[in-house]
T-cell receptor, first 114, second 117 residues
């Protein structure tokens, strides 16, 4: 069975600082990997996705993530955090594309200090 | 990208009543939709897979008689919480993807905040 681990429940960074959110997955083959962001009381917005090709993927809002098969990781990064980035971030894995169910990590709550 | 619309965005109901939540794919046909549940400050857990024209597939531990799912058309799936109790209060969210591998991502509805009093 596929699973996703986000080791950090809460992270606090200063505005302008760099950010890295960790994600490790367990899956038997090459997975489809996603990062979503959720603001309080809102739905999910896709930041980026990986399913093949270049292991460094660029997403919206200046986010990027790198797929490392040897480490079973798909960490999310941003060089300079903005106060508006404060939200809950979820890493997810699927065995296929949009027509398949997602398994989510437990989420990382990002707080940005001004 | 494709749009999935979920309605209502929030609902308050009394214990013992039933509540229906709709999930619509607005610009594509979805043979499969997914229903997730999110408790406060927790992750999203898959409840069931909704299949157009056939019975839904429920995840282990989800009561199929309590959470009725109907996927009567290629653009609409409904989740009915029957005989709701306060412990059913949660955030429910649906997703769909274009079939046939046409999309590599799932599109999510806005979610429904259910409060049972």
């Amino acid at each position: 069975a596929q699973s996703v681990t986000q080791p950090d429940i809460h992270i606090t960074v200063s505005e302008g600082a760099s950010l890295e959110l960790r994600c490790n997955y367990s899956y038997g083959a090459t997975p489809y990997l996603f990062w979503y962001v959720q603001s309080p009381g809102q739905g999910l917005q896709l930041l980026l996705k990986y399913f093949s090709g270049d292991t460094l993927v660029q997403g919206i809002k200046g986010f990027e993530a790198e797929f490392k098969r040897s480490q079973s990781s798909f960490n999310l990064r941003k060089p300079s955090v903005h106060w508006s980035d404060a939200a809950e971030y979820f890493c997810a894995v699927s065995r296929g594309g949009g027509g398949n169910k997602l398994t989510f990590g437990t989420g990382t709550q990002l707080k940005v200090e001004l | 990208g494709a749009v999935v619309s979920q309605h209502p965005s929030w609902v308050i109901c009394k214990s013992g009543t039933s509540v229906k939540i709709e999930c619509r794919s607005l610009d594509f046909q979805a043979t499969t939709m997914f229903w997730y549940r999110q408790f406060p400050k927790q992750s999203l857990m898959l409840m069931a897979t909704s299949n157009e024209g056939s019975k839904a597939t429920y995840e282990q531990g989800v009561e199929k008689d309590k959470f009725l799912i109907n996927h009567a058309s290629l653009t609409l799936s409904t989740l009915t919480v029957t005989s709701a109790h306060p412990e059913d209060s949660s955030f429910y969210i649906c997703s769909a993807g274009e079939p046939g591998g046409g999309s590599t991502e799932a599109f999510f509805g806005q979610g429904t905040r259910l409060t049972v009093v």
